[in-house]
């Protein structure tokens, strides 16, 4: 069965401070990846997504991610953090394989809070 | 841009009743997902539903829980009698096709007292 692993709980940095958010997944083939973001009380926002090709990839509001097959990582990264980026961060995974039974149920991992300094 | 909208927002609920949430999925999807999300934890899979049936389910999803596409538009969770350990939000999401990106609704957050 696939599984997301997100190490870090709590990350705490200072504004305009780079980010990097780490997210390792175990699957066989290789997944779909996905980052969403929800703020307190809201719904999930996607942030950018891998499904194959280039595996730097360019999401909204600054963040971009990498898909490292080698190390079976998809870390978020953004290079200088804002007040409003405060908010918990879910990496998440879907089977690719589209022969499969799995109809596109997505895993996600524990999330990470993220706390932004003034 | 077209959402995924879930009706109500919260519902309150004494333990044992009955609940529907419901939700209005984009209009072109063929995919529909409930999951829920306990507070302070981790967003799970409840089901998938596609052509009018489940595809699949997780072992969260029991007898007490049931999902509907009743028209062209909603999509329904029923929970027959709920329980303490219900209480949680609730996120609906679809997809067009397997390999598109879901996309979520705003959540249904359900409190069972």
């Known amino acids: 069965a696939q599984s997301v692993t997100q190490p870090d709980i709590h990350i705490t940095v200072s504004e305009g401070a780079s980010l990097e958010l780490r997210c390792n997944y175990s699957?066989?083939?290789?997944?779909?990846l996905f980052w969403y973001v929800q703020s307190p009380g809201q719904g999930l926002q996607l942030l950018l997504k891998?499904?194959?090709?280039?595996?730097l990839v360019q999401g909204i509001k600054g963040f971009e991610a990498e898909f490292k097959r080698s190390q079976s990582s998809f870390n978020l990264r953004k290079p200088s953090v804002h007040w409003s980026d405060a908010a918990e961060y879910f990496c998440?995974?879907?089977?690719?394989?589209?022969?499969?039974?799995?109809?596109?149920?997505?895993?996600f991992g524990q999330g990470t809070i993220l706390t932004v300094h003034p | 841009e077209p959402e995924v909208t879930q009706t109500p927002s919260h519902q309150v609920t004494q333990m044992g009743q009955e609940v529907i949430l419901r939700c209005v999925p984009i209009?072109?999807?063929?995919?529909f997902y409930w999951y829920r999300q306990i507070l302070g934890q981790k967003v799970e899979f409840l089901v998938s539903?596609?052509?009018?049936?489940?595809?699949?389910k997780s072992e969260i999803f029991d007898d007490q829980f049931s999902v509907e596409r009743p028209d062209g538009s909603n999509f329904t969770l029923k929970i027959r009698s709920t329980k303490l350990e219900d209480s949680a939000m609730y996120f609906c999401?679809?997809?067009?096709?397997?390999?598109?990106?879901?996309?979520f609704g705003p959540g249904t957050r359900l409190t069972v007292l």
């Open positions: 891998y499904f194959s090709g280039d595996t």
């Open positions: 998440a995974v879907g089977l690719a394989n589209a022969g499969g039974t799995s109809y596109g149920k997505l895993t």
């Open positions: 699957y066989g083939a290789t997944p779909y």
């Open positions: 999401a679809s997809i067009r096709k397997r390999t598109d990106t879901q996309y």
């Open positions: 539903f596609y052509n009018n049936e489940i595809s699949e």
């Open positions: 209009s072109n999807h063929l995919y």
